[in-house]
């Protein structure tokens, strides 16, 4: 498993920057990788109501294609929820599975309130 599992605590609050020093990658990405490694998951509740179970990935190529990275890869990710502005809690570790099926899109999209999702993250937590 990733060596930095334990530096994170479940419900703690972490900034962007903090998780950066961590995990390294991007700032501002929903999946920030290094090496061509999805290093976290940031994701927020108003664009995924069903996180941190399923994520809805959007049609930007750069979206969809971090999203494949992560489903490709065997190593669990941190994931935090976005709590308020640069505030992220950390809920654990999880891997990914890429869900292309368009009756499940269609669903989730229409619960969500968006018409930009071509996929779905399904995502499974590592204990």
């Known amino acids: ?3 930095n599992i334990n530096k994170f605590i479940l419900g703690e609050c972490y900034t962007r920057q903090q998780i950066h020093d961590v995990v390294g990658g991007e700032l501002v990405t929903y999946l920030p990788s290094v090496n061509r490694k999805i290093v976290a998951g940031c994701f927020t509740f108003g664009l995924n109501p069903k996180l ?3 994520i ?3 049609d930007a ?3 969809v294609q971090k999203a494949r990275m992560l489903c490709e890869q065997e190593e669990p990710v941190p994931v935090f929820s976005k709590i308020d502005v640069n505030k992220w809690e950390y ?3 999880f891997r990914a ?3 292309d099926n368009a009756i499940d899109i ?4 229409f619960e969500a309130g968006r018409n930009d999702v071509v996929g779905i993250l399904e995502l499974e937590e590592v204990k």
């Open 1 to 3: 498993m990733n060596e």
């Open 52 to 54: 941190p179970y399923k």
């Open 56 to 58: 809805l990935v959007g």
């Open 61 to 63: 190529p750069l979206v």
């Open 91 to 93: 809920i654990g570790y």
């Open 97 to 99: 599975k890429y869900i």
């Open 106 to 109: 269609k669903l989730h999209a």
